[in-house]
């Protein structure tokens, strides 16, 4: 079945470390972006992509870097310049044209210990 | 720039009840528009959308939309709840453009199913 897969489903990070969250989709959709998701707030935007080898940020882009050398992947790497990481994160994919929605990954728990 | 506002945070109702959440949108034209549904710790289902046409929409689990441009609202209903739809709903917009663009998320709307 097609899906999207997120990898690790929990995680836990040193202060002062880089982290990478894994998204594999195999839906053969061009886009792909990535929400970060705390309490009250919603879905916020880090990054998105809509083609191989090119992203955009997001509204909350600063502490985080992403790419996009496949189609299928787009890997979320969150830095230490980002203060407080500690939420869920959800990556997402879509086709381009037209707009059907998203299909979203089963998420990431990233926690700072 | 497209905005949603969810103005209940929290629902509780009883089993069997009917429900309605509300959304309502900011944008220039007629958007797309979408529920979701989250369970905890999990991501998001997508419960219906609306792109044009029909203002009632039918979607996945006995939910229903209604599109109102007078009002840029998108209320989600279902007229019998059962404790499996206790759950988090959000409402998403995004521009009418054809192409993939982002969704604009709103806060959400706990809902509280009880026995």
């Known amino acids: 079945d097609g899906g999207i897969t997120q990898s690790p489903k929990y995680l836990f990070r040193k202060e002062g470390q880089n982290v990478t969250l894994s998204c594999e989709q195999n839906l053969n959709h061009d886009a792909m972006y990535w929400y970060r998701q705390d309490p009250g707030q919603g879905l916020r935007l880090i990054y998105y992509s809509q083609i191989v080898n090119d992203f955009q940020k997001g509204d909350i882009a600063e502490g985080y870097s992403v790419s996009r050398e496949k189609k299928e992947s787009f890997p979320l790497t969150v830095t230490s310049a980002q203060k407080n990481p500690t939420a869920f994160y959800l990556c997402a994919s879509s086709r381009t044209a037209p707009n059907y929605g998203y299909t979203f990954g089963s998420g990431t728990r990233l926690t700072v210990v | 720039a497209q905005s949603v506002t969810q103005p209940d945070i929290h629902i509780t109702v009883s089993e069997g009840a009917s429900l309605e959440l509300r959304c309502n949108y900011s944008?220039?034209?007629?958007?797309?528009l979408f529920w979701y549904v989250q369970s905890p710790g999990q991501g998001l289902q997508l419960l219906l959308k609306?792109?044009?046409?029909?203002?009632l929409v039918q979607g996945i689990k006995g939910f229903e939309a209604e599109f109102k441009r007078s009002q840029s609202s998108f209320n989600l209903r279902k007229p019998s709840v059962h404790w499996s739809d206790a759950a988090e709903y959000f409402c998403a917009v995004a521009p009418n453009t054809g192409t993939a663009s982002k969704l604009t998320f709103g806060t959400g709307t706990r809902l509280q199913v009880t026995l």
């Open positions: 609306y792109f044009s046409g029909d203002t």
């Open positions: 944008y220039g034209a007629t958007p797309y």
